[in-house]
């Protein structure tokens, strides 16, 4: 057992020992650690730094050995560009810089420069025709004069073109217009064609154009029934004429132009000739009258009943033969169931008349006397 402990003893004294030397060495590591790290976290990260370090020094060598060679190759190309600038005549390669110009600029003197040749190429041309052989150089020529008749023309010329442009714009124009306006003619033909017929059948009924009696429409039915009114009328005038006045239609113009269609003459039997109505007495006016106012009845009666008539005066104009007469017409009426209204002051009357209704006036006003018998 002892020999046992004692080996045991001795092997943790080794293992002390041993422990001492790693601790000790893992304190030397650790220093040598810390002292590689530096800084930074770690190892690990300080070995990044440095490879990127190393990396940036490897681009910086390139990239100095790069601006050396730019640097050469600038000092090459400035000199030359001092040779060219010299060669173009430049004192310097500042002057032939300032003297540089744009594309389109180049391009613009480029243009200007084949005109002066087209232009000198031309005048060489007229220069060279035959028949400025002979032509004395020392002689003045007339430039101004001939500039200024030459802006003159071109003046007129330039007037004239926008005349003739304007005169073709406004032809376009009446061209366009004429088409519409026959078109607006070739659609209107029907319609001018019925206002046509419309309007000579409004002439006609207002008595003008082919109307040759010069009636309108309405005179020429109003002429119809006063030709009726006429003849009924007559029947009664020569019954109380004794045979000597019967009415005649007439349809001659009025004076001044008036138009016709609605007169009535008289046609004399004594005398066997028309005469106006206007040339009876007074008496024969009355009998007219009163003959017209008959057949006017008889006319309209034919589609109204006409069952009363009234005669205002008149009757102190007639004879007593002639008054006997009227009062004889006027009885048949009466007779045929007429109501017959007679307004007078003959006093003759008033023996024929039975039934009276007398007015009678007074201080104090009118008044009405109904009177029979």
């Given amino acids: 057992m002892a020999a046992r402990r004692a080996e045991l003893d001795q092997q943790v004294a080794d293992l002390a020992a041993r422990r001492a030397e790693l601790a000790e060495v893992v304190r030397e590591r650790a220093e040598r650690l810390a002292a590689a790290r530096g800084e930074f976290a770690d190892v690990v990260a300080r070995r990044a730094h440095l490879l990127d370090l ?16 730019c640097a050469e190759r600038l000092a090459e190309q400035r000199v ?49 025709e035959p028949e400025l052989a002979e032509v004395d150089p020392a002689e003045e020529v007339d430039v101004e004069g001939a500039e200024q008749r030459f802006r003159e023309a071109d003046q007129a010329a330039r007037r004239a073109s926008a005349e003739l442009a304007a005169a073709r714009e406004r032809a376009a124009r009446t061209g366009a217009l004429a088409g519409k306006l026959r078109a607006a003619w070739a659609e209107l033909e029907p319609v001018e064609a019925e206002y046509a017929e419309l309007h000579a059948l409004t002439d006609v009924i207002n008595g003008m154009g082919q ?99 009234f005669i205002d005066e008149g009757f102190g104009t007639l004879d007593a033969d002639t008054l006997d007469l009227v009062m004889t017409t006027l009885d048949e009426l009466r007779e045929g169931g007429r109501v017959v209204g007679l307004v007078s002051h003959v006093e003759e009357l008033r023996q024929r008349i039975p039934t009276r209704l007398r007015v009678r006036k007074a201080r104090t006003g009118s008044t009405l006397q109904l009177v029979t018998g």
């Fill in 211 to 309: 109307n040759t009696r010069s009636m309108t429409l309405r005179t020429y039915v109003l002429a119809a029934r006063l030709e009726e009114v006429a003849v009924a009328a007559s029947a009664r005038l020569e019954r109380m004429s004794q045979g000597r006045y019967r009415f005649v239609h007439s349809t001659e113009a009025g004076p001044r132009g008036t138009r016709g269609g609605l007169g009535l003459d008289v046609l004399d039997d004594y005398s066997g000739q028309r005469r106006p109505a206007k040339t009876l007495s007074g008496g024969e006016s009355f009998l007219a009258s009163l003959a017209l106012a008959l057949g006017l009845a008889d006319v309209v009666g034919a589609g109204a009943v006409l069952d009363t008539l």
């Fill in 54 to 69: 190393a990396d940036a020094l490897a681009a910086l060598a390139q990239r100095r050995d790069a601006v050396a060679d």
């Fill in 80 to 128: 030359e560009a001092s040779r060219l600038a010299a060669e173009a005549g430049f004192a310097d390669v500042a002057e032939a810089v300032a003297a540089a110009r744009e594309e389109a600029a180049v391009a613009e003197l480029e243009q200007r420069v084949r005109r002066v040749d087209d232009v000198r190429a031309a005048a060489e041309a007229v220069l060279a």
